[in-house]
Every structure is written in structure tokens, then in C-alpha cells.
């Protein structure tokens, strides 16, 4: 993919109309079906793969029965671009001349993602013989194919396009297909600007760098421009389900992109500011959101509350990062409209529902933590008043929690995974509680503190290492012993990428370095079975020899936060602690070194340049860095 266009291919790459297959454009299906046939045959499917995020190669071979023996005489290798463009080479591998009939059958049916992932996309339309190709059109859509060369024979009523090709002994020839919404020569590409710096992973494993540049790769193919103000860029949530602004999720993959530069969370903050919610009512100051479920165990939450409790936290931390002064103040009242709405949602038990009435959700409480502690140093270090209330603020929710959520037991206890609005616990242990871990960066390298002490933090650590929680491909988002739990459930025992991500490196900081490699390992094998492009969440029976982890049917692939969780995760054995406006940046790797040996190279600290390498006993060397930035 390459947003907004799309191209869903089965592995042979006969796009046959089934199903979701196509080229697609803003959510539109411009092309169902472009199935090829040489001198009358189905070329036979040798391989399928891709060359990046955005391009497919698809090799077949046609035996044309020319010669008697087994061997194919034409080779067959189609390019495809997720722009829609399309390049198919036919190669004679025969000793003597070849006169090849080429046929190109096309059609679609102009209908609406939603509309063909709920079946509901109707039959194909009419085509109509448009120069050099042909063009399909409904209501106020419209889809044009064309090609070069230009066929010898265009049949609109079959949408058939016909070439007879005369091709020498290893003579080969191509044919380009461009199909776009109207008469263009080519669907445009390239129209955001990249805020990702072109980082590399290289190490002893060679699956980190693999997994470090399809990471990359899918997070900038991800990239869409804010139609509001298009200069702007956001990583949309994912496809082929959810290809626009997701405030949560897009401003989490901004966050776990931090190491590549602060452009793309700068422009993420920007886009949702200007959704804010203005006025004087209980509402004012939130990011409006939709509604996500949450399993059959809660209610769904709501994705504005996310996302307004992460703007002031990732504000905070991109200024740490290297966010220019100036844009820091154009989005500073944004951050403290977040922080007012904070203030006055909070219920009469001192927690905060999600949504209001509801549940009061474990990791809703960690966010609402961060947001106070982040908050207080962005508004300290900005010289603007109430730093020292949030934090009192924080230090109030950290006791009520400790009193309420943790439960008691003969095993060390776990932390509830909700209260309900009359208090009872909710007792299930679910991977959400990993964001107890993720307490982020305040300045001089520290971290803030979390909602759990250390007694508490130590024993949550040793859940989430346990078999009931790491899967042995990533941490599950319940508990496998747990009532209702279910390989399959996105929030109820499936494995999400994002989440397993954030255990890592919160476990890798607060020093629980067994626990964090476990689940690393694990989530790098998983990586590694689905090709280095995770799905945002995957079904994972306990892992034995021989097994496998399993797609999620529902889940985006590539999705924004699965994608920047494979930067996350790998740049959490760094340990990289930026200070940027006090100037100086620490390395703190973990003690163990799970990858072995690993180089880091092409990242952003301050605006500037920054490689760092691991040696294997866990030492952190900076190799390049500003020169206004001091080691700490």
C-alpha cells in the first residue's frame, strides 16, 4: 500500500474479483479483476512476494506446447504497484520464435470498501473502450484503465483487451497497465512528505534488521496527508479496515516513532488539535474519538479518552526528543485544555471512567498518571503555572490506586483489571496491564514514576513472564486461565502487537530484563512468521514445536501501531534517553542483551543524527550525535 491507494492481491496475482481483491483508492475499488491469459492459457503461479510496502512481484510460466518436454517456454512477471500501475513482462525462454495472443479480461464494480468487506459490493459495470484502454463509471465515480502499448483489439462488452506479441528466442516484451480514478496518465504518489528518518538495525540477528526496515517501511506507507491542512502528515490506523485518522492509535504510533524524528508526532498533535472540542461544557478540551469494544468483559471504551490523556504525554516527550521550541508553544493551550478536561472528569471515587459512567479501567488510570507527570514537566519546562499541582495530583492517584486496584493473594497479588462503577474489581489479568509499566520520559534521562511500587511492579513483571500471559509469541491480551479467555478475542487472549511492545520496554526499564526478552524473542519469531509485517493482533495457542501464531480475520495488516511496535521494541534495547533541551542524552541499554550485538544507526535526537551500538556484554556506545548534545 501506499495511502490512500490499496492492492489486495491472492498470492498467485490474478486479481479475480473475489472477495476484497483489488486496486483501491480512498476506500474505492477502481479495478476487481485483471486476469491474464498467453496463448490461451492461465499462466501457471511459480512465486509471490513483495518487493517493499507498496509493490508485489508475481512470476508465472506458460508452457505454450510448442515443445513436447515439461519445460515452460514463456516466463511470466507481473509488477504491481499499490498506485495502480502495473507491469507485465513476457519473456521467450524458447529456441525459436514466438507468437504469443495476449489477453487482459478486467472489470470492477466502483463499489466501497465497507461495501465489499460486508459482501454487499454488486456486479460488475459496464465497460466503455476508452483510448488505449477502458473506463468504467457510476454515479459520480469513476475508473480508467489504459495501456502501453495500446492493444490491438479493446472489447468492452467481455472487458477484454487483446495484444499479439512476436517475441525472439530470449526476446522479451512488457506491457504497463495504469488504472486511476479518471483520464490521468498515473494515479499520483509521493504526496506526503516523509517525517521519518531513513533509520537502519544491524546485528548478530539478522531478523532485527529485517523486522526494524518493514517496520519502517509500513509506517511510512501508512502515511496520509490531513485533509484539513495538507501539509500535515499522520499514519492512518491501518488497512484494508481503517485507512484514515484513528486519534488513539495514530498518535501511539507517532509516540513509538519518536526515535525517528518528531515530525510525524508534531504533525499528528497538530491534526488532533484542531478536533478539539471547544466551549465551556464537561466535554471541553477532549479529542473527540469512536467507540472501541473491549471484549466481552467491558463495555467499550472510548478512543478520545485515550488519545486526550497521550496529547499532553507525547507533547512532552517529543520536546525531550527534539521538538523545536516554537512548535512546542503553538501546541502548548491544546495540552492544557487536555490537562482542564482531566481535572474535571475525574469521578467523586478519584478515578477516571472510561466511559463516563463506566468501568474505571486499569490502563485508562495509567494514561491519566502519565498525562499529570508529563504534563507537570512540559508545563514546568515551559514556564507556565500548575506544574506542582499535577504533580500532587499524581502522587493522590498513585495512593488511591494502590488501595483499590491492587488485590491481594496467596500468588503476590495482581492488579484488577477495572473497577466497576460500584467498586468491585473486575480480577482478570489482561495484557492492559502492561501500561502500568509505561510510566514515560521526564528531563535529564529519568524516568517518571509509575501507579505501582516496587514490590508491585516486581510481581506484575513475573505475571506477564509467566506462560499464562507470554504465549511464547507475544504477550496475550488475557490470561489463558482466565474465564471467557479465547485465542482468537482481540482483548480477551489474542496477542497485539502494540501492547506486547509496550511490556517490553517497560520491562526492560524498570529492570526486568528475563521477562522483557522472553517476550521480545517472541514477538521477533512472530514477526518472522508473518514475513516482518505483523498484524495489529494474532490468535497464539501456547507455543510448542511445530506451531505457529494465526492472523486475527479482522485485524489491519499493515497497522500503524503493529508497525511502529517493531521500532519500539528494538529501540528499547537502547535505552535511549534524550534530553533535548537541556542538551545532553543517556544510553541506557538493559543488562541483558537478548539480540545480541545491535546497531542502531540514522535516528533523530535533537534535530541531528544518532547512531548507537550495543556490544554483546550490554555496553551502549554512542557512535554519532549532535554536537551540541552531551552523554549522560
Not at 168 to 183: A, K, M, N, Y
Not at 299 to 311: D, I, N, S, V, W
Not at 511 to 516: D, M, P, S, Y
Amino acid at each position: 500500500m501506499a495511502a490512500p491507494c490499496l492492492a489486495i492481491s491472492p498470492e498467485h496475482g490474478q486479481l479475480t474479483g473475489r472477495g476484497i481483491e483489488g486496486i483501491y483508492r480512498a476506500g474505492r475499488r477502481l479495478l476487481a479483476r485483471c486476469v491474464l491469459r498467453v496463448a490461451g492459457r492461465d499462466p501457471v503461479s511459480v512465486q509471490g512476494r513483495s518487493l517493499g510496502a507498496d509493490l508485489a512481484v508475481f512470476t508465472a510460466t506458460v508452457r505454450t506446447g510448442a515443445d513436447p518436454g515439461p519445460d515452460p517456454d514463456v516466463g511470466v512477471e507481473r509488477t504491481r504497484h499499490a498506485d495502480g500501475t502495473e507491469r507485465i513482462t513476457l519473456r521467450n525462454f524458447a529456441p525459436r520464435p514466438l507468437r504469443l495472443p495476449v489477453e487482459l479480461f478486467l472489470g470492477t464494480d466502483l463499489a466501497e470498501l465497507a461495501a465489499v468487506a460486508a459482501g454487499r459490493a454488486g456486479p460488475e459495470l459496464a465497460a466503455g473502450v476508452h483510448a488505449g484502454g477502458l473506463r468504467w463509471t457510476t454515479g459520480d465515480a469513476q475508473a480508467v484503465t489504459t495501456a502501453e502499448p495500446s492493444p490491438d483489439d479493446a472489447l468492452a462488452s467481455a472487458g477484454l483487451l487483446r495484444w499479439e506479441l512476436e517475441l525472439g528466442p530470449g526476446e522479451s516484451r512488457t506491457i504497463e497497465l495504469r488504472t486511476t480514478r479518471d483520464r490521468a496518465a498515473r494515479a499520483p504518489v509521493g504526496q506526503v512528505a516523509n517525517p521519518l528518518a531513513a533509520a537502519r538495525a544491524e546485528g548478530d540477528d539478522p531478523r532485527a534488521e529485517a523486522w526494524f526496515r518493514t517496520s519502517l517501511d509500513d509506517l511510512r506507507a501508512l502515511l496520509l496527508r490531513d485533509p484539513v491542512q495538507p501539509g500535515d502528515a499522520f499514519a492512518a490506523a491501518g488497512v484494508p479496515w481503517r485507512l484514515g485518522l484513528a486519534p488513539a492509535e495514530s498518535l501511539w504510533a507517532a509516540r513509538m516513532a519518536l526515535p525517528l524524528g518528531t515530525g510525524l508526532a508534531a504533525a499528528t498533535l497538530r491534526a488532533l488539535a484542531r478536533s478539539q472540542l471547544p466551549g465551556g461544557g464537561p466535554d471541553a478540551g477532549k479529542i473527540p474519538g469512536p467507540l472501541r469494544a473491549a471484549g466481552p468483559q467491558l463495555p467499550p471504551g472510548c478512543t478520545g479518552t485515550e488519545a486526550t490523556l497521550g496529547f499532553p504525554a507525547v507533547l512532552a516527550e517529543a520536546r525531550r526528543w527534539g521538538l523545536p521550541q516554537e512548535e512546542v508553544a503553538r501546541l502548548l493551550p491544546a495540552a492544557e485544555r487536555c490537562l482542564d478536561w482531566l481535572r474535571g472528569a475525574l469521578g467523586q471515587d478519584g478515578f477516571l471512567a472510561d466511559p463516563d459512567p463506566g468501568p474505571r479501567r486499569c490502563e485508562t488510570q495509567a494514561h491519566a498518571h502519565r498525562a499529570a507527570l508529563l504534563g507537570a514537566d512540559l508545563l514546568a519546562g515551559c514556564g507556565r503555572p500548575g506544574a506542582e499541582e499535577w504533580r500532587e495530583w499524581a502522587a493522590a492517584l498513585r495512593e488511591r490506586f494502590r488501595a483499590r486496584f491492587w488485590i491481594d493473594g496467596p500468588d503476590g497479588g495482581r492488579p484488577a483489571a477495572a473497577l466497576h462503577p460500584d467498586g468491585r474489581p473486575l480480577t482478570r489479568l489482561t495484557g492492559a496491564a502492561a501500561h502500568l509499566l509505561d510510566t514515560g520520559l521526564l528531563g535529564a534521562g529519568r524516568l517518571a514514576p509509575g501507579l505501582l511500587d516496587r514490590i508491585h511492579t516486581e510481581q506484575l513483571a513475573r505475571l506477564l513472564g509467566a506462560p499464562a500471559m507470554d504465549s511464547g509469541w507475544g504477550l496475550r491480551s488475557m490470561a489463558a486461565r482466565e474465564p471467557g479467555h479465547n485465542p482468537f478475542g482481540h482483548r480477551s487472549g489474542a496477542v497485539r502487537a502494540h501492547e506486547s511492545a509496550v511490556a517490553v520496554a517497560g520491562l526492560a526499564q524498570a529492570g526486568f530484563e528475563k521477562e522483557a526478552t522472553g517476550l521480545l524473542r517472541g514477538l521477533l519469531d512472530a514477526a518472522e512468521t508473518f514475513g516482518y509485517r505483523l498484524p495489529e493482533m494474532y490468535a497464539a495457542e501456547q507455543r510448542t514445536a511445530g506451531s505457529a501464531p494465526l492472523p486475527h480475520p479482522a485485524a489491519c495488516r499493515p497497522a500503524a501501531v503493529a508497525a511502529a511496535a517493531g521500532i519500539h521494541a528494538l529501540t528499547a534495547l537502547a535505552g535511549i534517553r534524550p534530553d533535548a533541551p537541556a542538551g545532553t542524552v543517556a544510553v541506557n541499554p538493559p543488562a541483558g542483551t537478548p539480540l545480541g550485538a545491535l546497531r542502531l544507526s540514522g535516528l533523530r535526537v535533537a534535530e541531528e543524527p544518532f547512531t548507537v551500538r550495543i556490544s554483546r556484554l550490554g555496553i551502549g556506545m554512542v557512535e554519532e550525535a549532535g554536537d551540541a548534545l552531551q552523554l549522560g
